[in-house]
């Protein structure tokens, strides 16, 4: 080959700088201007063949590189070095030589191309297929996480995928069938998910303006102490984060000192800083609000050391069910639960219930079990037994076992009124659970339960009770009109009422005394300026004055609407 078969006309150069101008970056990385890419690729091709080489990137190790592809004869240098390159090209001139006239080369370039697309795109979808089977597999070893259940369901779901896509779609048959869920593969991934979880959890924590922790300490089956430790922050933008921060066992004693030993090590383990802690939550049992040696005086003390300040606080859902335990309704209780014990105890009586019941279209199947740690079983089991006395008069009748309290005018009036008022204390409960709950929300619907006691205790004192919001005492009282010693009982519930309404009265202390500071968070254009810390003073009138920010606070959501504010002016 002459040295003329690798020069090139300056047209002609200029034809293949614009087909390959995006190899320019591999020539300047190379410290090779593009004033030597006419001596790299003329000296390597010749005139009519040149064209048929091109550059392609390629990552290797996380770093992106480069390599030579020659088309025309599918093979690759992988070192772009000259000598490499140049023996390429010699190995394979004759091939190279078959392509003469421009418009062949040009023509043969777009079908390698096309070629190249289509071998290429048939990896990309065999790489798309499995990476949907893996993000699969790690979608289901999730909810099997958060449905608690043995991590060997992953088997037997994956046993009902293949058999609806057998019918369905069987043409799918075979991506499905890569998706593993094997027991071991599912561990895998809840591993790696609790991980990512956790590495979240300490990024956002760095950025975390304040946060609260509450903690909850209970004894498992094997009588080893859990203590739960829970955390929520918000960072400057007003997002707000919770997670279950860590789960510490403890296998000696709980005392103030252990438990704070355990929570120091989950926090000190993320990093976080004391001086951001702004409250702790507890359950109210001695170790834990203690107020010499328990866990939250004790973290108090701490974020003061470290130049923060703290508030404890008794959990408000846990306060609620303090309050609940007031009523004492034992003569109601006591003969409901032993008849649902003797009907579900035994397997005989549950199975003759169950069939009796079905015999009788009754409205439900079943009576429900009562357990005190279950805070909302009382109301449920309460209303599903009353919705049933009747059948289960007949069948404790059968059975040889009457149970005369249901044939009792008096006792099914307490009864009716426990059912009702029970009603009541779970909807509250209900609406103090979830997430993203904000604490003057919460304590809003306590104040609102508080007021609706007092209303319930009017009604009830009256000459003529109203039973308005009391529909089963109202269905006892349409049954037995001059059975049921109206004066007596309409005293005996109001007193009921009183005492509740009391003991909300005298717990949510802790809270009562943030109410300010939750009015001024809540309502922010209802409080008077003269009422707050001079620091926020100014801010508020410039907030209050402000006729669009009032009417987005009507609109959005509290969160939302903070989210929304103006750093520069709101700090």
């Known amino acids: 080959m002459s040295s003329t078969d690798h020069l090139q006309t300056e047209s002609e150069s200029s034809g293949i700088a614009a087909q390959v101008s995006h190899l320019y970056p591999f020539f300047q990385n190379t410290k090779k201007g593009f004033s030597e890419f ?13 064209v048929l080489w091109y550059w392609e990137r390629k990552a290797t190790d996380g770093s992106v590189g480069r390599h030579i592809k020659d088309s025309v004869v599918a093979r690759s240098v992988a070192v772009p070095k000259e000598y490499n390159v140049k ?40 790489r798309d ?15 099997i996480a958060k449905q608690c259940k043995p991590f060997t369901e992953g088997e037997f779901i994956k046993d009902c995928l293949m058999k609806a ?36 959890v300490n990024d956002r924590g760095m950025t975390f303006d304040f946060f609260s922790i509450a903690c909850d300490e209970s004894t498992d089956r094997s009588d080893t102490a859990q203590l739960l430790i829970f955390l929520r922050g918000v960072d400057n ?25 355990c929570l120091c090590s989950a926090v000190d383990g993320m990093k976080l800083p004391w001086s951001k802690v702004s409250a702790i939550v507890t359950d109210g049992a001695p170790a834990m609000a203690g107020g010499q040696s328990g866990l939250a005086t004790r973290i108090c003390n701490k974020v003061s050391e ?22 004492q309704f034992d003569h109601v209780m006591k003969p409901v639960v032993k008849t649902i014990n003797f009907i579900r105890s035994k397997a005989l009586n549950h199975r003759q219930f169950q069939q009796f019941l079905e015999d009788m279209d009754a409205e439900y199947g079943d009576v429900l079990y009562h357990t005190d740690v279950r805070w909302l079983s009382r109301g449920t089991a309460l209303q599903r037994f009353f919705s049933l006395r009747e059948e289960i008069g007949k069948f404790l009748a059968d059975k040889g076992q009457p149970m005369q309290e249901l044939s009792d005018p008096v006792w099914l009036s307490d009864f009716a009124f426990l059912v009702d008022i029970t009603k009541h204390l779970n909807e509250l409960n209900t609406k103090l659970q979830g997430k993203d709950a904000v604490v003057s929300q919460l304590y809003a619907h306590i104040k609102a339960f508080g007021n609706k006691l007092k209303l319930f205790e009017r009604h009830m004192s009256q000459t003529e009770p109203n039973t308005a919001h009391f529909p089963s005492l109202r269905e006892v009282h349409e049954n037995f009109p001059r059975g049921n010693s109206g004066a007596k009982n309409r005293r005996k519930y109001a007193a009921a009422i009183t005492s509740l309404s009391e003991e909300f009265g005298g717990r949510f202390q802790d ?24 620091n926020l003073q100014l801010e508020l009138i410039e907030m209050q004055s402000d006729d669009e920010l009032r009417g987005r606070q009507q609109h959005l959501s509290l969160v939302d609407y903070y989210r929304q504010l103006d750093k520069a002016t709101f700090k």
């Open 237 to 261: 933008d007003m997002n707000i984060t919770e997670e279950l921060l860590d789960l510490q066992s403890l296998k000696g004693q709980t005392r103030g000192v252990d438990l704070f030993d």
């Open 511 to 534: 809270f009562s005394a943030m109410d300010n500071d939750m009015l001024l968070f809540s309502s922010p254009f209802s409080v008077d300026p003269d009422t707050v810390a001079d």
């Open 306 to 327: 470290q130049g923060g300040s703290a508030v404890k606080l008794h959990c408000i859902i846990h306060q609620q069910v303090l309050c609940a335990k007031c009523l």
């Open 87 to 126: 023996r390429h090209y010699q190995t394979h001139e004759n091939t190279h030589a078959k392509y003469t006239g421009a418009e062949e080369r040009r023509e043969e370039i777009k079908r390698l191309e096309v070629s190249l697309a289509s071998r290429q795109q048939y990896f990309t979808r065999a």
């Open 129 to 143: 297929s499995n990476e949907n089977s893996t993000k699969a597999s790690y979608e289901v070893a999730t909810l």
């Open 165 to 200: 896509v057998e019918n369905i779609c069987p043409e799918k048959k075979q991506n499905f069938e890569n998706i593993c869920l094997a027991r071991t593969t599912v561990t895998k991934r809840i591993e790696e998910l609790s991980e990512d979880i956790k590495r979240q």
């Open 38 to 50: 006419s001596k790299y690729h003329g000296y390597y091709g010749t005139k009519n063949t040149r």
